[in-house]
């Protein structure tokens, strides 16, 4: 079951769970497969009005699958998109990737050592 603290959230497609996050590790699988940053990887699937490519979707998808799935290739991933329906897949990736940038949480270590509240 996804943890939504951990920036998880679950696929449900043909009786199994896919559990995507968007790690640290996760963003950089992004990164380095489009050769860009976050933010700009992030704008990229934000305003999709001039279309999107295929291989671009199937990517951001796989990336978030590689810390709890790391069996499923591309190719895989791919199958599991078809499966869902892209909507549903995307908006899985979607959800996962706008709680890789949520606020942390309570009780975390701070660089000095001090534990950052919420509140």
Same mark, same amino acid.
């Given at each position: ?17 896919? +559990?995507?996050?968007?790690?640290? *590790?996760?963003?950089? #699988?992004?990164?380095?497969?489009? %050769?860009?940053?976050?933010? *700009?990887?992030?704008?990229? $699937?934000?305003?999709?009005?001039? =279309? #999107?490519?295929?291989? /671009? ?8 699958? +590689? %810390? *709890?799935? &790391? /069996?499923?290739?591309?190719? @895989? @991933?791919?199958?599991?998109?078809? /499966?869902? =329906?892209?909507? #549903? ?7 996962? $990737?706008?709680? @890789? $940038?949520? &606020?942390? #949480?309570?009780? @975390?270590?701070? &660089?000095? =050592?001090?534990?950052?509240?919420? =509140?």
């Amino acid at each position: 079951m996804a943890n939504k603290q951990k920036g998880e959230s679950d696929l449900r497609v043909g009786g199994k769970v896919y +559990t995507l996050r968007y790690s640290t *590790n996760a963003l950089c #699988v992004l990164e380095d497969a489009f %050769d860009d940053t976050v933010q *700009n990887i992030a704008k990229r $699937f934000e305003n999709t009005s001039n =279309g #999107v490519r295929m291989s /671009d979707v199937r990517m951001f998808f796989h990336a978030a699958l +590689t %810390d *709890n799935h &790391p /069996d499923i290739d591309l190719a @895989a @991933a791919g199958l599991i998109i078809s /499966d869902a =329906g892209i909507d #549903v897949a995307m908006a899985s990736a979607s959800e996962a $990737f706008q709680l @890789a $940038f949520a &606020p942390s #949480v309570a009780g @975390a270590e701070t &660089p000095k =050592g001090k534990r950052k509240t919420l =509140g």
